[in-house]
């Protein structure tokens, strides 16, 4: 669930084995009987029903990859990690940042930019506590605790041996004590200032 300022919007997915596709209606009805009793509304502009006969099935949804694995008769498996796509828009920002290292030879502003990836970042402040935004935040629902960073982590260091990039070894060092992953698996706070994060994503757009 997802909270900014007044509006609230909340995600549901129902999944229901195949003999029980007459239960889907009934239980929309307890959800949409649920929610309104907290004064909450239904959007019904967007309604979609996906109905496949599958033991296993796998799909994307904001941003998740899905996957749901029959198990006998016992419940099934169900894994929910951070969708391919979202991977790869990460590392278009981390191949951004490597290209514009090579032309400022900035260091700390390619370290600042890998921590802008990582970390967790102060969206709003708020008396009962402060939104918060980042990987940690807006994929929280995973099963793989963050495993799938890892390779993220290495596609980092791959950059950092790159030949194109003419990087020191004194700054290949400094990368050398970041993760990505580990950022993201301990939920690490950074701080960044307004102008520094519009230097940060100056070279973001459409990525």
Known sequence: MLYYG?????????????????KVKETTRSIISLINTMGLNINTDSNKYYSHNSK???FNYLGYFIQVTANNNKENIISVTISQSKINKIKSRIMKSFIDYKVNQNIQLLKRRLEYISMLKVVKKGKNGNLLGGIAQNYQFVT????????????????????????????????????????????????????????????????
Request: proline letters at 2%; glycine letters at 2%.
């Open 6 to 22: 007044l509006a609230v919007v909340a995600v549901i997915i129902v999944i229901f084995p195949g003999h029980q596709t007459d």
């Open 56 to 58: 296993n099935e796998e």
């Open 144 to 207: 793989d605790d963050f495993e799938c960073l890892k390779d993220v982590n290495n596609f980092v260091h791959q950059q950092k041996h790159n030949p194109r990039f003419n990087m020191s070894s004194n700054n290949k060092k400094t990368i050398d004590k970041m993760s990505i992953y580990s950022d993201v698996k301990y939920k690490k706070i950074g701080n960044f200032t307004k102008s520094q994060t519009i230097q940060i994503m100056r070279i973001w757009k459409n990525a």
